[in-house]
């Protein structure tokens, strides 16, 4: 890929680079982009009753420590998903935020196994989801697809029960993913299920490096086989395994707004977002769980610039690197690529 030089942006310009600047989205779990409002909408739609009072009293729950503290309440708002609409509702609320914030391609994470122990059919999630996916493409030109995450604090059989469920749609998603509590439960836990889903032709992805050691991103890399790292933050700790990251230029899909909620990095002006970046990773920001961490994909390219002082030169290198580590054909990505360069040629940095 071309790199480019870039002349200085005023501090106080580079907010409204970063918002216009086209970009895709590689670490978005839809259940975590359901706003409080649409969780009480939800839940009185479809009598479901909530430990919470009102929205404000359920906001009042996000004061995280850990992962596990903001799980245990995600798994808790996903409760109120039922229907094909349900689902539907909640993927295009996500959708219209993304396209607002020129997000021109995102790939978006969904935990069926959260929705089929409540008895909720897999056809009922993949078909809501999937439909405001082509309905995005059409209304809101934005390329949605969709990966499918196995949680991890699960068995491997219920993984591999899962894959058999899902298997019929086969055609509604790309790759697979692996998510929840991440200490404990090393990415080896998934390897028959994982190998299976790569002789399937299933793209593989793996949360990894969130609160866990380097030694989960390396089992991740060559257990699993996966061609993406989610998270990936820890990798810092070990020299040999950023050499490794570098050199396969294997992505990391990076969400400071959730490092910072989730206590991973005691503030933003402490993450090593820049550090991943000057040592060559293909490190992207994302937003995670956007309903509960404070941001979308703009508040986290935004806030995280202004509180590491990284330039125009990383703005246009993350940008880049998002559109190279995604899963998309090489056409779209040269496409992406010419809306990225067309952008920075009119904002006149180029
Ligand atoms: N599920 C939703 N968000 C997650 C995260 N940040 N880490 C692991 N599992 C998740
Ligand atoms: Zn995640």
Same mark, same amino acid.
């Given at each position: 890929?071309? =790199? ?9 310009? @580079?907010? $409204? ?10 670490? /978005? ?8 409002? !649409? ?5 009185? #739609? ?6 919470? *009072? ?14 596990? =503290?903001? !799980?245990? /309440? +995600?798994?808790?708002? *996903? ?8 689902? %539907?509702?909640?993927?295009? $609320? +996500? ?20 929705? =089929? ?13 999937? #439909? ?19 949680? #991890? ?20 998603? /790309? ?22 889903? #790569? ?16 030694? %989960?991103?390396? &089992? ?21 395994? @950023? ?13 400071? !707004?959730?490092? !910072? ?30 309903? +509960? ?12 610039? $202004? ?20 899963? $998309? ?7 992406? @690529? ?6 920075? &040629? ?5």
């Amino acid at each position: 890929m071309t =790199t480019h030089t870039f002349p200085d942006v005023p501090a106080d310009q @580079m907010p $409204a680079l970063l918002r216009g600047m086209p970009k895709a989205e590689l670490h /978005i779990h839809i259940e975590g982009s359901l706003e409080p409002e !649409l969780i009480f909408a939800l839940a009185q #739609r479809n009598g479901v009753s909530l430990p919470y *009072a009102s929205v404000e009293d359920l906001r009042r729950a996000y004061a995280f420590t850990n992962l596990q =503290t903001f !799980l245990d /309440i +995600y798994y808790a708002g *996903a409760s109120v998903l039922l229907k094909e609409q349900d689902f %539907y509702d909640m993927a295009w $609320a +996500y959708l219209e935020r993304a396209a607002a914030d020129h997000v021109v391609r995102t790939e978006m994470f969904f935990d069926p196994q959260t929705h =089929t122990e409540r008895g909720v059919a897999m056809q009922t999630v993949i078909d809501g989801l999937h #439909r405001a996916c082509v309905d995005a493409k059409a209304r809101l030109g934005i390329d949605a697809e969709l990966i499918l995450c196995f949680l #991890r604090h699960l068995s491997e059989e219920d993984a591999f029960a899962t894959l058999e469920q899902a298997l019929p749609f086969r055609d509604k998603f /790309i790759g697979v993913g692996l998510d929840s509590s991440e200490v404990g439960h090393p990415p080896e836990k998934f390897a028959r299920v994982f190998a299976r889903c #790569r002789e399937l032709g299933l793209h593989l992805v793996a949360h990894a490096g969130e609160e866990g050691p380097p030694a %989960y991103v390396w &089992s991740a890399l060559d257990v699993l086989k996966v061609e993406r790292i989610d998270h990936g933050v820890q990798s810092t700790k070990d020299p040999a395994l @950023m050499k490794r990251l570098a050199q396969d230029r294997i992505p990391l899909t990076v969400c400071p !707004l959730s490092n !910072l909620k989730l206590c991973v990095f005691p503030d933003l002006a402490q993450h090593n977002l820049r550090d991943l970046l000057d040592a060559g990773l293909v490190a992207t920001v994302n937003s995670d769980d956007p309903a +509960y961490f404070g941001g979308y994909m703009n508040e986290n390219f935004v806030q995280t610039f $202004a509180a590491t002082g990284l330039t125009v030169q990383h703005a246009w290198q993350l940008a880049a690197n998002s559109f190279e580590g995604s899963f $998309a054909d090489a056409a779209a990505k040269r496409r992406y @690529m010419d809306q990225l360069g067309d952008y920075f &040629s009119r904002v006149g940095v180029r």
